[in-house]
């Protein structure tokens, strides 16, 4: 099969970090030797850092520019995207390397994917993450065109049960829709030696850690407010964002400022070590498709607090995952991970636990579902 992922969730030289789910789970596909994959992955105009074409783990990536306009974007994007995308994918077609587009986020790549499947005629697969379908649909514009991309697609996948009735519920035919859950590299997140990783981060008594963009509705808020309540932790926060400063500022406020790390932006190779450093991962974000950051914890032997949020109890499904919070509160933080220190499973029932979550069923899953629509479309 001759596959192009279309995706701007692609992380390039510009971004190292960004859209890594994505690759992923790509280079797994890859990894059954039964796909052609070329990565089509618009970057806006100008990006003069990243180059138009790159190769990762193998694998082609195309970057053609598309415009937007600032503080228009969200209208805007998915025609740039198709107008870019056309030009790129044509060529492609033209030289026999498309049989189906695999897009990855319903808005606004994947419709500005099912634009281009139709005009070129080519099976198109969506697959929704999370605030794709979560909260852009609650935009006008946005929805309008979600709605109609979800019944022109030829196949959806999203990445929890719960996201699927999120699409069936913005109108997406059942049988459309497939659950191809996240898997995790089983490889590079394992089973370390712990008190290595906490020396070489000078780390000592409970650790907590929180890893993701440092944003209010990423939750690192309530983990901050709740470490009063949470005696002699350390909480080490991984990640970059537009609230940094805010977040700073509330760890003063509340008098936790000594016991609050801020390690900014890690490449992804280093966070084995935290996480193997950690006691418990705390990830209390509002809204979430399937966090990657979970299951690397889990994988690692770490236990994780997570958020009353659809989707999460499908990942934290057993006492040696950890616990899932009462509510998104900081006391209902502190309770939770409090529980989990003065009982947690081991580290080996925790990494056991996740390595139901490999990549190999997610593979086997895309694979079958790809082939059957294709055999459908060439009827």
Not at 24 to 44: E, I, K, M
Not at 127 to 142: E, K, Q, S, Y
Not at 292 to 303: F, I, K, M, W
Request: proline fraction near 7%; hydrophobic fraction near 45%; aromatic fraction near 6%.
């Amino acid at each position: 099969m001759r596959i192009v992922s279309f995706t701007t969730l692609y992380p390039n030289t510009a971004r190292p970090n960004f859209g890594v789910f994505v690759e992923n789970r790509l280079r797994h596909l890859v990894a059954s030797r039964q796909v052609d994959l070329t990565v089509v992955a618009p970057v806006r105009w100008p990006s003069r850092e990243v180059p138009y074409r790159q190769l990762r783990h193998g694998i082609e990536i195309l970057h053609p520019r598309f415009f937007t306009i600032p503080g228009l974007g969200m209208y805007v994007a998915p025609f740039g995207l198709y107008l870019a995308g056309k030009r790129t994918l044509s060529k492609l077609l033209h030289q026999g390397r498309i049989d189906l587009i695999d897009a990855h986020y319903i808005y606004p790549d994947g419709v500005a994917a099912t634009w281009i499947g139709r005009a070129l005629k080519i099976p198109v697969v969506m697959t929704a993450r999370g605030t794709d379908i979560n909260v852009l649909p609650d935009f006008r514009f946005p929805r309008a065109l979600i709605r109609r991309a979800l019944a022109r697609a030829d196949g959806l996948i999203s990445v929890s049960a719960a996201l699927k009735d999120r699409l069936l519920e913005l109108g997406a035919p059942s049988a459309k829709v497939r659950v191809l859950r996240n898997g995790v590299d089983l490889a590079q997140f394992h089973l370390m030696d712990c008190e290595t990783a906490r020396a070489k981060h000078q780390l000592r008594g409970p650790v907590l850690l929180s890893v993701g963009s440092l944003l209010m509705a990423k939750g690192h808020d309530l983990t901050i407010r709740a470490l009063p309540l949470i005696p002699q932790a350390t909480l080490v926060i991984v990640g970059e964002g537009a609230d940094a400063i805010t977040l700073r500022a509330m760890a003063e406020a509340v008098g936790v400022k000594h016991r609050v790390r801020f390690m900014g932006t890690l490449p992804h190779d280093q966070l084995p070590d935290l996480y193997c450093a950690a006691d418990v991962l705390v990830h209390a974000s509002e809204r979430e498709g399937m966090a990657n950051v979970v299951l690397e914890a889990l994988a690692s032997g770490t236990p994780v607090v997570g958020s009353p949020i659809p989707g999460m109890d499908e990942v934290i499904a057993a006492p040696e995952a950890g616990r899932i919070m009462a509510e998104r509160t900081p006391e209902a933080v502190a309770a939770a991970v409090n529980a989990l220190l003065a009982a947690p499973p081991s580290r080996t029932q925790t990494r056991a636990y996740a390595e139901t979550f490999s990549w190999d069923a997610t593979t086997e899953g895309q694979l079958a579902f790809f082939k059957a629509i294709l055999a459908t479309h060439k009827r």
